[in-house]
């Protein structure tokens, strides 16, 4: 059975929207060198619908190692509205998120990656298909845009490690409890 891994960067004050205004300048050796390790232990990429749109948009243009991985993984996109996905390797899964999920996990291979904890990641945490989670945490207070989590939205996770960068991001590692 395959893992779902998500990988999150996370202001101190909980903002995870438009990370390329705020977490880049810290988006250092350490943390290429480990988001490429990620992409190599996984096989495919879960993407809801505005991460696709913008991912899409951004890395067929680009080169080096990490765009080439990227480019070449299978990608499956989760939407009810997007009619195409040109993007090498893309799928669009316009299904039930939980039940098409759990048929991805089921199937023999490596890890699947998710960016962010958008709502793709918070329907699969909600439904305990979340392996593990790693917050990549900015020593930035960003003071608005989107959150972590939505109002209501709650989680037991357990500290699997901790690391802190020389930039001085905190890399936390969590597994969710099962409800």
């Known amino acids: 059975m395959r893992k779902i891994i998500e990988s999150t960067l996370v202001s101190l004050d909980g903002v995870i929207g438009d990370p390329h205004l705020w977490a880049m300048e810290r988006f250092d050796d350490d943390a290429q060198r480990e988001a490429l390790e990620g992409l190599q232990a996984s096989d495919a990429m879960l993407l809801g619908r505005q991460t696709y749109q913008i991912f899409a948009g951004v890395w067929p243009a680009r080169t080096g190692a990490y765009a080439e991985r990227l480019n070449t993984m299978r990608k499956y996109v989760f939407s009810s509205t ?3 996905a040109d993007w090498n390797n893309s799928t669009i899964i ?3 998120v939980a039940a ?3 048929k991805l996990k089921e199937q023999e291979g490596k890890g699947l990656i998710i960016y962010g904890h958008g709502l793709l990641g918070q329907t699969l945490l909600e439904h305990d298909l979340l392996d593990e989670i790693h917050f990549s945490v900015h020593p930035v207070l960003v003071g608005r845009g989107k959150l972590l989590f939505r109002e209501g ?3 037991n996770l357990e500290l699997v490690s901790a690391k802190t960068r020389r930039n001085g991001v905190v890399v936390l590692s969590y597994k969710p409890m099962k409800t």
Do not use: F, H
């Open 153 to 155: 939205a709650m989680a």
């Open 82 to 84: 997007l009619q195409k």
């Open 100 to 102: 098409e999920a759990t």
């Open 94 to 96: 316009k299904g039930d």
